[in-house]
């Protein structure tokens, strides 16, 4: 099999820059890769998620339960791999890299429910996707993590300069100062690798080479 690489964060971490970076550096080394996004938006697959991310189920993350959202963004991922990366996964000279998976789930839902609750929605989460689904598992997952007052800053400033309407996630900043204590608990319990994205009390980021460089650091023995 390929070895799969999944970059993971809040809104604003950087995710889409990181994994433009890392499959540029990849390639530059011989690689054969391929990137995947989620959720894929503008497919089928996305729709139900796209619905409840533009508040069509409601206008608070909250509205929509952990386990239906999970369900929306799991049918998403597998109706991607199904039809589209299954094939460069089996490949095993291919590097599968991730802009957010399964893993992004598991902070963002169990952030809704009671930290009593946390451990078994992970057990039903993993279960669900990777042995009842069938979905690949990663072999790495990097979670790229700043305080979220940098992440909604720089969310803002993405919408100011593209446009781009806010979804009920980035709109929501209670919600995703919940989902930052969640993701460092899902880490540490699973393993991730937590990359330092930028220091608490700092207003920007470090710079991108920076965050780069420490991403190949911590993927080296993948290579």
């Known amino acids: 099999m390929s070895k799969f690489i999944v ?4 809104d604003g ?11 540029e550096y990849l390639e530059k080394s011989g690689k054969c890769v391929c990137v995947i996004d989620f959720p894929a938006y503008g497919t089928p697959g996305a729709s139900l998620v796209e619905l409840y991310l533009n508040g069509g ?21 597998y109706v991607s791999y199904v039809n589209e990366w299954k094939a460069d996964y089996e490949d095993p000279d291919t590097y599968v890299i991730a ?19 946390w451990d078994s ?6 279960d669900f996707e990777f042995r009842r689904l069938g979905l690949p598992s990663p072999d790495r997952v990097l979670l790229l993590d700043m305080p979220e ?7 803002y400033r993405r919408s100011s300069e593209t446009g781009a309407r806010l979804d009920i996630h980035e709109k929501d900043t209670a919600y995703l100062k ?3 204590t969640a993701a460092h608990y899902v880490a540490g ?13 700092m207003s920007e980021p470090y710079s991108r080479d920076e965050i780069a460089e420490k991403i190949r650091s911590a993927i080296a023995d993948l290579l």
Request: net charge negative.
């Open 189 to 201: 319990k699973c393993g991730w690798t937590v990359v330092e994205c930028a220091g608490e009390g």
């Open 178 to 180: 919940r989902c930052r």
């Open 149 to 155: 007052s940098v992440s909604e800053s720089l969310v």
């Open 121 to 126: 929605f992970l057990d039903w989460l993993w």
């Open 13 to 23: 971490s950087g995710k889409g820059t990181q994994t433009a970076l890392l499959r």
């Open 57 to 77: 189920l409601g206008e608070r993350p909250d509205d929509t339960n952990a386990y239906a959202a999970s369900m929306f963004f799991a049918a998403d991922r």
């Open 99 to 117: 802009n957010r998976y399964t893993t992004a789930n598991a902070y963002h839902q169990i952030s809704k429910l009671p930290e009593d609750q």
């Open 7 to 10: 970059l993971e964060g809040l």
